[in-house]
């Protein structure tokens, strides 16, 4: 045999016990995903946060499906057994509504994630959960069972509308308005009105059962059928706005206040709706009972007292306030600035430019930008130049060197956690059309810089995680570095977050959220993360790499189910490798 023909057979035997050895690496990987698994799975049985775990719980029994369906099946159960427990008695009542939002939530998420294995049963799960509360109707009136039907409702409304009418009729069994309901009811209205006006009636007729007590559903009522000015929806029937006004007229003589009589918190609020809304309605859709109207106005106006009525004048000056932003189109830019800079009210004031200057960014930065600085409102005024900055950028990434120019500008960002996210786009921008490494180390580099000079927030932690992720392409060292330094931030996170809440300030008068798209991602200003948001998917790239450091950095995580969490995005990669997310679908 020639010596070219032995090394030939040689080369072939390598390759050969190189393939093998990498696929019993990749199936001793497997096996202990999945043993890795089970062992979070069983422990987070234990969890004290059952919302949490829960959700947790649904992920790995989704990622264990195909390898060992009777424990997915198990814990799928645990899963939906654990979130749709009862809230806690003792549950404070300012924490109750968020509470309620996060089970409905999970709950959704369960079921969508078993439904895909098994849709027949997650749909018996679901009309079980439903009969179940269907039959606590004699629960004390105070009960959060509505609110948490109501939410599961509206999180169901675009994909099973007449479950969601179901849940959503069952939450307003009682005699109030669960929190939720405008959600579900607009929600279905773009899918099937003829549900949402059932829906909207069934509303009307609990208002009544509460005895006309004041509710804020009332606004939401009044907005699914009407525009502000009382005109009649395109959508909405005659008969439905009549229901509405005559709801309006009897609920008057309900109120109190009259005849020495002080007015209620609740008459009051209720009276201020009267004013605002239920005239020009009445005198539209019921004007046979506008007398009856006015008459119980006079009656309840006569017992408010000067702190009421002032109240009644500031939501006319509200109202007064809101109209004029209507009108702003009307002007030409000057006239608007000018009439903005006139206005007495600061807060109408900033939102007068914020218009303004959210109008002009895509046809006059630097106009856009001048009177953006003239917004009072510090946290207003800074995410306003930033989105007005963003858009600047956008308009660079056409090539390396007007990339170097849009590096620069992201210097001027207020948000430096929002800058770093803007450098990673830029660097993930440079790898994949120029495969500049250098000028994408120092792209992330800068963006690593910006984040020591920011506070611990859950967008930093995923600025970091992208970091980590874009540098798994061509250093995985420096990745796995950066991933540690991510870990480390989220442990501070937890640490604070049980930390007394900062006071409360006033909402703005308007809002605004611009989307800007960068490499392909939608990007706005601000920080809207949460860590409960966070699922570590940014870590699958370097798992993908190296499975078991991936691992073995989850022991530098101090929270439980955060490692639970974390332990699961690793161990996914290499069960799922298929469905590892892109680096660039999450801002």
Do not use: C
């Amino acid at each position: 045999m020639g010596t070219r023909n032995k090394t030939r057979i040689f080369l072939l035997l390598s390759v050969l016990l190189f393939s093998s050895s990498v696929a019993m690496s990749q199936a001793v990987d497997q096996q202990d995903a999945i043993d890795l698994l089970k062992t979070t799975a069983r422990s987070l049985k234990s969890e004290s946060d059952k919302i949490a775990a829960g959700k947790l719980q649904a992920r790995i029994a989704d990622t264990l499906w195909t390898f060992d369906e009777p424990f997915a099946r198990e814990t799928f159960r645990s899963a939906f057994e654990s979130i749709s427990q009862a809230v806690a008695d003792d549950l404070p009542k300012e924490k109750q509504a968020g509470f309620i939002k996060r089970q409905a939530t999970a709950v959704k998420e369960v079921l969508q994630r078993f439904g895909t294995h098994d849709s027949k049963q997650a749909t018996e799960w679901l009309k079980a959960f439903e009969n179940e509360r269907a039959g606590k109707s004699s629960e004390k009136v105070n009960s959060l069972r509505p609110d948490l039907l109501m939410q599961i409702a509206a999180q169901l409304a675009l994909t099973d509308s007449e479950q969601a009418m179901r849940l959503g009729l069952l939450a307003l069994a009682g005699d109030r308005i669960p929190e939720g309901f405008g959600s579900l009811l607009f929600s279905l209205s773009r899918n099937r009105r003829d549900l949402s006006d059932d829906l909207f009636r069934a509303a009307v007729a609990t208002l009544r059962r509460n005895n006309y007590v004041y509710d804020i559903a009332i606004l939401i009522l009044a907005n699914y059928l009407f525009t502000p000015d009382g005109e009649l929806q395109s959508t909405a029937k005659l008969t439905d706005a009549q229901l509405l006004a005559d709801y309006y007229v009897d609920a008057a003589w309900k109120q109190s206040g009259g005849d020495g009589t002080p007015v209620s918190s609740s008459s009051a609020s209720f009276y201020n709706q009267l004013e605002l809304r239920a005239l020009t309605i009445v005198s539209r859709y019921a004007p046979n009972r506008l007398p009856e109207l006015r008459g119980q106005m006079t009656r309840i106006a006569s017992g408010l007292n000067a702190e009421q009525r002032q109240r009644t004048d500031m939501l006319r000056g509200i109202q007064r306030d809101e109209s004029t932003l209507a009108s702003r189109n009307n002007y030409s830019v000057d006239e608007q600035v000018e009439r903005a800079e006139k206005e007495k009210n600061p807060q109408v004031r900033d939102a007068l430019f914020l218009s303004i200057a959210n109008r002009l960014m895509r046809e006059d930065e630097e106009r856009a930008l001048t009177i953006a600085k003239k917004i009072q409102d510090e946290k207003m005024r800074a995410s306003t130049e930033d989105d007005i900055y963003l858009v600047k950028i956008q308009s660079q990434l056409r090539s390396l060197e007007t990339i170097a120019e849009a590096r620069k500008i992201s210097s001027q960002f207020n948000n430096q956690v929002f800058r770093a996210k803007i450098l990673v786009q830029l660097a993930a921008s440079v790898l994949s059309r120029y495969k500049d490494q250098s000028q994408a180390i120092e792209l992330l580099s800068e963006a690593l810089t910006a984040l020591t000079k920011a506070d611990d927030i859950p967008d930093k932690m995923l600025a970091q995680l992208q970091v980590a992720e874009l540098f798994a392409k061509f250093d995985t060292i420096r990745g796995f570095e950066v991933l540690g330094t991510a870990l480390a931030t989220m442990n501070r996170l937890q640490a604070a977050k049980e930390a007394s809440p900062s006071a409360t300030t006033k909402p703005p008068l308007l809002r605004i959220m611009n989307l800007t798209v960068v490499n392909g991602v939608e990007m706005t200003a601000g920080n809207n993360a949460t860590i409960d948001a966070i699922d570590f998917r940014e870590v699958q790239s370097l798992a993908a790499q190296d499975y078991m450091q991936a691992r073995l950095l989850a022991s530098k995580l101090e929270q439980p189910s955060q490692r639970a969490n974390y332990l699961i995005a690793v161990a996914a990669t290499v069960l799922k490798p298929e469905k590892r997310p892109a680096s660039t679908t999450r801002n």
